[in-house]
Nanobody
């Protein structure tokens, strides 16, 4: 069974940086697409960034220019470099992967069939 495990979360001051990683295991095939989501208390889950096997990316408007998603297709691994962090970036960050039954096209949140347990990011002074 596919497992996703996040790492790299922590506590930083505003303007600081963190690098999140997500390693997929339990599957021999490349996952079609992977991404990062986040959820803060009192807010709904939001998509942060995603990347497919070609390297095409999509970012949330409020992280463009500050966050960068990268991947290693051979290892079903993705990273999220987060720079210039703001207090409003504080959230639990989740790694997710498109299910193998995905038919293609722009994915919806429901198309992400695999999820990690999350890693906490806290930005405060």
């Amino acid at each position: 069974q596919v497992r996703l495990e996040e790492s790299g979360g922590g506590s930083v001051q505003p303007g600081g940086s963190l690098r999140l990683s997500c390693a997929g295991s339990g599957i021999a095939l490349q996952l079609p697409a992977m991404g990062w989501f986040r959820r803060a208390p009192g807010k709904k889950r939001e998509r942060v960034a995603l990347i497919d096997t070609r390297g095409d990316t999509i970012y949330a408007d409020d992280v463009k220019g500050r966050f960068t998603i990268t991947h290693d297709n051979a290892r079903n691994t993705i990273h999220l470099q987060m720079d210039n962090l703001r207090p409003e970036d504080s959230a639990m960050y989740y790694c997710a992967a498109i299910g193998l039954d995905w038919r293609g096209g722009l994915p919806t949140d429901g198309d992400f069939g695999y999820w990690g347990q999350g890693t906490q990011v806290t930005v405060s002074s």
